[in-house]
């Protein structure tokens, strides 16, 4: 499961920045709320309407972008 089947990016929704799909929930969100010291456990509980399995795939796939981008 790809990036862009998690995370979308419509301009009709939070003016195109990129959300978990089905959701208004940025993907920022969730890398802010790691890079404080929060855990993953926390941001699903403040968003419930983003799944363990989306988050996880999520963070596997922008990794994986990032390291194939440094290569």
Same mark, same amino acid.
């Given at each position: 499961? *790809? /990036? @862009?089947?998690? %995370?979308?990016?419509? &301009?009709?929704?939070? !003016? *195109?920045? &990129? %959300? $978990?799909?089905?959701?208004?929930? &940025? $993907? +920022? @969100?969730?890398?802010?709320?790691?890079?404080? *010291?929060?855990?993953?456990?926390? $941001?699903? =509980? =403040?968003? &419930?309407?983003?799944?363990?399995?989306?988050?996880?795939?999520?963070?596997?796939?922008?990794? @994986? !972008? /990032?390291?194939?981008?440094? +290569?």
């Amino acid at each position: 499961m *790809g /990036l @862009s089947n998690i %995370v979308i990016r419509d &301009p009709d929704i939070l !003016s *195109g920045e &990129p %959300v $978990f799909r089905g959701t208004r929930v &940025p $993907f +920022k @969100s969730l890398t802010d709320y790691l890079e404080r *010291g929060h855990t993953l456990d926390e $941001f699903l =509980d =403040d968003f &419930p309407g983003v799944t363990r399995v989306a988050a996880i795939a999520a963070l596997e796939e922008a990794r @994986s !972008s /990032l390291s194939a981008t440094l +290569k």
